[in-house]
């Protein structure tokens, strides 16, 4: 990627706060904590995602406190915005390690704090999105999703699930979902990973707003054409789908032959410390893969959470750089 596409502005709507942490951060948060720096591991070696998930918990167990959260934020707004990131999504969830609804309420505080403080040093929108995951206790997300409509309109701007699909079932956290809708908080699950079309269509009709990951989608040409029809904006992570098997190398990736169909796919890193990618990284990679910077921009816009008049700022940041697009809206 030249120095000129480096900058070009990225919209990022899939990445885990806790997955961005670099070992040099993490390890001094784990030395805060009297604890010993977790032993590295090479970002090729996952299994599957189940093995990859294992390892995404352990890395996220270091992280304890709000001021674990805040300096974990600032450090990747200035990391995202060092390779043109104008508007990022980041996901955290809701553990039961903070101590219940009070301890959730102060991880959610923090981080709203340190998008306000992102914004006004590295000039980078932030609109968080905390969520549950599947396997979780079902009166613990429901609470979950009550804490986070406390913070709609103060930095928080949708609710996600994720998990191991396949594992544990979707439709147990159905109201935790409608809890956050209901109090005005767009629903963006995970889906189309680990399972399939199936699995993309039972969030759909559960109202989501878009879907993160999806690529399995690509299986069922019938839900492609609905996706292309309904606008439904797909979160793409290349290089997560080619560690995690979702993808296989000897076969087109999902995201050429959805985007061949005309499926909006935005581009993210999903866990760049993890996978040892950057922002800028997966651009260049989506771009080979048919997903050129300005569609991902386009996607981007399309699928984001946030409020009018931020989306009329990055329309503009757009047409600068790659040129007058069509209308999208939330």
């Not at 806790?18 to 805060?32: N, Q």
């Not at 390690?97 to 998008?115: S, T």
């Not at 889906?191 to 699995?199: C, F, K, L």
Request: with cysteine.
């Amino acid at each position: 990627m030249t120095p000129a596409q480096l900058q070009q502005p990225k919209i990022e709507l899939h990445v885990h706060l806790e997955g961005t942490v670099r070992p040099g951060l993490l390890a001094a948060i784990a030395r805060d904590h009297g604890l010993t720096p977790p032993a590295g591991r090479p970002p090729d070696s996952f299994t599957d995602l189940h093995d990859f998930i294992d390892r995404w918990n352990t890395v996220s167990g270091y992280l304890r406190t709000p001021a674990d959260y805040r300096r974990a934020l600032l450090a990747y707004a200035a990391e995202a915005a060092g390779h043109g990131a104008v508007y990022l999504e980041p996901i955290l969830d809701a553990e039961e390690r903070f101590g219940g609804p009070d301890g959730w309420a102060d991880v959610l505080a923090a981080c709203c704090d340190a998008a306000a403080e992102a914004r006004e040093r590295y000039a980078v929108e932030i609109g968080l999105t905390p969520q549950v995951f599947r396997g979780q206790d079902v009166d613990v997300a429901e609470e979950a999703a009550r804490v986070a409509v406390r913070f709609a309109g103060r930095g928080v701007v949708g609710f996600g699930l994720s998990g191991a699909e396949g594992r544990h079932p979707t439709e147990p956290y159905a109201r935790a979902v409608g809890i956050a809708r209901g109090g005005g908080l767009p629903f963006v699950p995970h889906a189309g990973e680990a399972a399939g079309p199936d699995a993309v269509r039972e969030v759909l009709a559960m109202g989501a707003a878009r879907i993160r990951h999806g690529v399995r989608a690509v299986d069922d040409p019938d839900l492609v054409t609905e996706l292309v029809g309904r606008g439904v904006v797909l979160d793409v992570t290349p290089t997560s789908n080619l560690r995690l098997g979702v993808a296989r190398p000897d076969r087109p990736h999902p995201v050429t032959r959805l985007a061949e169909a005309g499926v909006r796919c935005s581009v993210s890193t999903d866990d760049p410390a993890i996978f040892d990618v950057t922002l800028a990284d997966e651009y260049a990679l989506a771009g080979r893969l048919g997903v050129d910077p300005a569609a991902a921009w386009a996607a981007g816009l399309a699928g984001a959470l946030c409020d009018d008049a931020t989306r009329t700022r990055l329309a503009a940041l757009g047409d600068r750089a790659y040129g007058r697009a069509p209308a999208v809206s939330a």
